[in-house]
């Protein structure tokens, strides 16, 4: 521990959205590829959580197997001046046109080498990472040399699949180092929560066996054309053999959007929260037709386009011409209705859609540009390392899902700080460069005696500004020349230190705990 003091928290779990994931792969014609032996920085509990995934595709002739490896360095968050120890995982993986390899999100997040090797053979080819989807969870890779091609033929996707359509998944899951394939049905199809991103788009759920391992790995059908990739199963004491698929709708929208825009993109979203409106009395209330259906938009997110056009208690009629139900769902396919989202998520980022409301019983239509979500607590620290800013011995951060799982470990959503948690699940920002920033921790000397046990606390103000940003906060301390240097912390509490002392005192503290710079690279520029 830093300073030798005890801190009162949890034991740090290291978590990965695959720690609640399972992944699976192709049949026994088809080429499979793993990405084996990553090193990656991360402790040790979460080295044995890590999975192996193969790459699969369709080939004429003898199939293949091909293992990917990855060397990794995950960020630490409680320390983020540090990275987390290397470690090796491995992964599956399938091959599609154009001299592409797919894989999960999560396989390769924090990837410094990939290394993929087809099944069969004893020759690892270092790989490139070209695109990661971290809302689909899915991660586009190539090979530069020519030999790793030679023999491979390329996957080709199929139709979403109907219910109880027979499903074969392939991969490279734990209980041995052969390819493993299991079959099953389509059980489920509907708008699921994509554990890696914490985001809602569309998912197969399927009864074949889906284990630690096989994520990445393709799902067939009985034309043996991919419809899915395996990337995470439900864990529950009452469920058995329920796996999870990305179907072949998302994947193709990945692979779209790298192509038209030369890079990923993600799935925009209508920036709102809605209500049902099945109740009769709230549907006469808010001027409702006989005739009409809809959804009544609770709140709107102020960094989305539609906060300029839409407004609270509008009902959302349609979007791009498709009727809207009172319970929030449209048209699927026959005899079947999913969530409205599913028609959001078909666009891609920057394109334009029409929604019809009714406001004050009159219809409006509305051309809307689409966008990204942006959270006010972040998902995915998604290329860099952590913020972070010290003063004193005061630890300063930004609250972000990978930081609560790092503090709290992956029950975080159970153990975290109550005030924290409602700020993840309901808070909005209210610009797109606002971020919650805490004092993480204190590390002990004799400048902060009596603010040792403050722990991951909002930062509300300084010095009586608030706080919008940690690159803010940052820049109003180092320019400060106020005889005191006043904190305001949620809870009511205050940190108040003198403005020459703590600067003086904060590059002893620094030395003493080996750090190598007050605040992080993005900070000073």
Same mark, same amino acid.
């Given at each position: 521990?830093?300073?030798?003091?005890?801190?009162?928290?949890?034991?740090?779990?290291?978590?990965?959205?695959?720690?609640?994931?399972?992944?699976?792969?192709?049949?026994?014609?088809?080429?499979?590829?793993?990405?084996?032996?990553?090193?990656?920085?991360?402790?040790?509990?979460?080295?044995?959580?890590?999975?192996?995934?193969?790459?699969?595709?369709?080939?004429?002739?003898?199939?293949?197997?091909?293992?990917?490896?990855?060397?990794?360095?995950?960020?630490?968050?409680?320390?983020?001046?540090?990275?987390?120890?290397?470690?090796?995982?491995?992964?599956?993986?399938?091959?599609?046109?154009?001299?592409?390899?797919?894989?999960?999100?999560?396989?390769?997040?924090?990837?410094?080498?990939?290394?993929?090797?087809?099944?069969?053979?004893?020759?690892?080819?270092?790989?490139?990472?070209?695109?990661?989807?971290?809302?689909?969870?899915?991660?586009?890779?190539?090979?530069?040399?020519?030999?790793?091609?030679?023999?491979?033929?390329?996957?080709?996707?199929?139709?979403?699949?109907?219910?109880?359509?027979?499903?074969?998944?392939?991969?490279?899951?734990?209980?041995?180092?052969?390819?493993?394939?299991?079959?099953?049905?389509?059980?489920?199809?509907?708008?699921?929560?994509?554990?890696?991103?914490?985001?809602?788009?569309?998912?197969?759920?399927?009864?074949?066996?889906?284990?630690?391992?096989?994520?990445?790995?393709?799902?067939?059908?009985?034309?043996?054309?991919?419809?899915?990739?395996?990337?995470?199963?439900?864990?529950?004491?009452?469920?058995?053999?329920?796996?999870?698929?990305?179907?072949?709708?998302?994947?193709?929208?990945?692979?779209?959007?790298?192509?038209?825009?030369?890079?990923?993109?993600?799935?925009?979203?209508?920036?709102?929260?809605?209500?049902?409106?099945?109740?009769?009395?709230?549907?006469?209330?808010?001027?409702?037709?006989?005739?009409?259906?809809?959804?009544?938009?609770?709140?709107?997110?102020?960094?989305?386009?539609?906060?300029?056009?839409?407004?609270?208690?509008?009902?959302?009629?349609?979007?791009?011409?498709?009727?809207?139900?009172?319970?929030?769902?449209?048209?699927?396919?026959?005899?079947?209705?999913?969530?409205?989202?599913?028609?959001? =998520?078909? !666009?891609?980022?920057?394109?334009? %859609?029409?929604?019809?409301?009714?406001? #004050?019983? @009159?219809? &409006?239509? +509305?051309?809307?540009?689409?966008?990204?979500?942006?959270?006010?607590?972040?998902?995915?620290?998604?290329?860099?390392?952590?913020?972070?800013?010290?003063?004193?011995?005061?630890?300063?951060?930004?609250?972000?899902?990978?930081?609560?799982?790092?503090?709290?470990?992956?029950?975080?959503?159970?153990?975290?700080?109550?005030?924290?948690?409602?700020?993840?699940?309901?808070?909005?920002?209210?610009?797109?460069?606002?971020?919650?920033?805490?004092?993480?921790?204190?590390?002990?000397?004799?400048?902060?005696?009596?603010?040792?046990?403050?722990?991951?606390?909002?930062?509300?103000?300084?010095?009586?500004? =608030?706080? !919008?940003?940690?690159?803010?906060? %940052?820049?109003?301390?180092?320019?400060? #020349?106020? @005889?005191? &240097?006043? +904190?305001?912390?949620?809870?009511?509490?205050?940190?108040?230190?003198?403005?020459?002392?703590?600067?003086?005192?904060?590059?002893?503290?620094?030395?003493?705990?080996?750090?190598?710079?007050?605040?992080?690279?993005?900070?000073?520029?």
């Amino acid at each position: 521990m830093v300073g030798g003091k005890k801190r009162g928290r949890k034991p740090k779990t290291p978590i990965t959205e695959a720690n609640t994931s399972t992944y699976s792969h192709l049949s026994d014609d088809d080429i499979v590829f793993s990405v084996k032996d990553v090193e990656i920085i991360e402790e040790e509990d979460d080295q044995q959580q890590k999975r192996e995934q193969p790459i699969t595709r369709r080939g004429r002739g003898r199939p293949k197997k091909i293992k990917h490896q990855h060397d990794d360095v995950e960020p630490n968050f409680s320390l983020p001046w540090q990275r987390k120890r290397q470690y090796k995982s491995s992964s599956s993986g399938f091959v599609i046109s154009g001299r592409r390899v797919l894989t999960n999100a999560h396989s390769v997040e924090h990837h410094t080498q990939v290394k993929l090797k087809k099944r069969g053979s004893d020759t690892k080819y270092l790989a490139t990472v070209l695109a990661i989807g971290t809302e689909c969870d899915i991660a586009m890779l190539t090979v530069e040399d020519d030999d790793f091609w030679e023999g491979v033929v390329p996957v080709e996707f199929g139709p979403l699949p109907a219910l109880q359509d027979a499903v074969t998944v392939v991969g490279y899951p734990i209980g041995g180092d052969t390819i493993s394939v299991t079959s099953g049905v389509v059980s489920r199809m509907e708008i699921l929560s994509y554990v890696h991103e914490s985001t809602e788009l569309l998912g197969l759920q399927i009864d074949a066996a889906i284990n630690s391992g096989n994520s990445g790995g393709p799902a067939f059908n009985n034309k043996g054309n991919c419809v899915g990739i395996a990337f995470q199963s439900l864990k529950h004491e009452d469920a058995e053999n329920i796996g999870y698929v990305i179907p072949t709708p998302v994947i193709l929208h990945f692979i779209q959007d790298y192509e038209k825009n030369g890079g990923y993109t993600g799935f925009p979203i209508l920036g709102i929260e809605w209500q049902k409106m099945e109740n009769p009395d709230l549907r006469m209330a808010m001027g409702m037709g006989s005739d009409q259906k809809g959804v009544r938009i609770r709140r709107i997110q102020p960094t989305a386009p539609e906060f300029h056009v839409l407004k609270p208690s509008d009902i959302l009629l349609s979007f791009d011409g498709i009727d809207i139900a009172n319970d929030g769902t449209v048209p699927f396919r026959h005899g079947e209705r999913i969530g409205f989202s599913y028609l959001v =998520s078909q !666009k891609y980022t920057g394109d334009n %859609a029409v929604v019809i409301v009714l406001r #004050n019983k @009159e219809s &409006l239509e +509305f051309n809307m540009k689409l966008a990204t979500h942006k959270r006010l607590i972040q998902t995915h620290i998604k290329g860099s390392p952590p913020s972070y800013y010290i003063i004193a011995g005061l630890v300063f951060t930004t609250v972000s899902v990978p930081y609560l799982r790092s503090e709290y470990g992956k029950e975080y959503e159970f153990e975290a700080p109550v005030k924290l948690l409602v700020k993840h699940l309901h808070e909005m920002a209210q610009s797109e460069d606002e971020q919650l920033v805490v004092v993480s921790q204190v590390l002990v000397a004799d400048i902060n005696i009596g603010y040792e046990d403050i722990v991951n606390t909002q930062v509300i103000a300084f010095n009586g500004k =608030s706080v !919008k940003n940690l690159k803010e906060l %940052a820049k109003m301390v180092e320019s400060c #020349n106020d @005889e005191f &240097l006043k +904190f305001d912390l949620e809870y009511q509490q205050i940190v108040v230190l003198q403005t020459k002392n703590a600067k003086a005192a904060t590059l002893d503290i620094l030395t003493t705990h080996c750090i190598p710079s007050a605040m992080s690279d993005d900070l000073k520029q």
